[in-house]
């Protein structure tokens, strides 16, 4: 491992274990890990070089580091935190753009314009494309309604994520091959439950 990504992973690991409220359980060290893993298996298979790996595998390490900071603006919240990193271990100023930019298109609202882009996107919420989406959901649920975001019925939630995953799409190819299928299940499956709810 790249050692700026090794004390990248060290100095996360540490801020998510001693500093992040226990309410958070779904952003919390586990998803950081598998975003981690997921931008590791995208970016391998996306013909990127090492230097633009090792910008992701940072950017996934930093990318919700924020929440520690409280949830509404967590991902400003974020690049602060990166950018501080970063300008204290001396990493190249030009790469630490695009690392928070990177990040930034974590936030659903903002559009990927490159590959790098594209794959901490993907990365981000890879889960829709799984079994165990609907596992990442209640947990998501749970959070918010924890937190005070939102309290939603059974009924309102199945609505929320049918329009989630109906609106969300994969951005890279590789995603869209090995995931996209999984994604349709989902929403398949969504189809059905809203079927049998009223909200």
Same mark, same amino acid.
């Given at each position: 491992m790249d050692e700026v990504v090794k004390k990248a992973s060290e100095y996360v690991t540490g801020l998510l274990t001693n500093n992040l409220s226990s309410e958070y359980i779904y952003h919390n060290l586990s998803h950081t890990l598998q975003v981690v893993d997921n931008v590791d298996e995208i970016g391998r298979n996306s013909g990127i070089t090492d230097d633009e790996l090792e910008m992701l595998h940072i950017s996934a390490w930093f990318h919700d580091s924020g929440f520690i900071r409280g949830? #509404?603006?967590?991902e400003r919240k974020s690049i602060e935190i990166?950018? @501080?990193?970063?300008? !204290?271990?001396e990493y190249p100023p030009e790469k630490t753009e695009i690392i928070k @930019?990177?990040?930034s298109v974590t936030n659903l609202e903002n559009k990927p314009v490159n590959i790098l882009e594209k794959i901490i996107r993907d990365a981000d919420i890879l889960h829709m494309g799984k079994e165990r989406f609907f !596992? @990442? /959901?209640? /947990?998501? #649920?749970?959070e918010w309604?924890? %937190?005070g975001v939102k309290k939603f019925t059974d009924a309102?939630?199945?609505e929320s994520n049918y329009s989630f995953l109906t609106r969300t799409v994969f951005f890279t190819d590789y995603a869209k091959s090995k995931y996209e299928e999984g994604r349709q299940k989902n929403i398949a499956y969504? @189809? /059905?439950?809203?079927?049998?709810?009223? %909200?």
């Open positions: 949830y #509404k603006g967590h990166a950018d @501080k990193f970063l300008n !204290e271990y @930019k990177i990040i !596992e @990442k /959901s209640f /947990s998501l #649920k749970n309604e924890t %937190v309102e939630w199945i969504l @189809k /059905s439950l809203r079927q049998n709810s009223t %909200v």
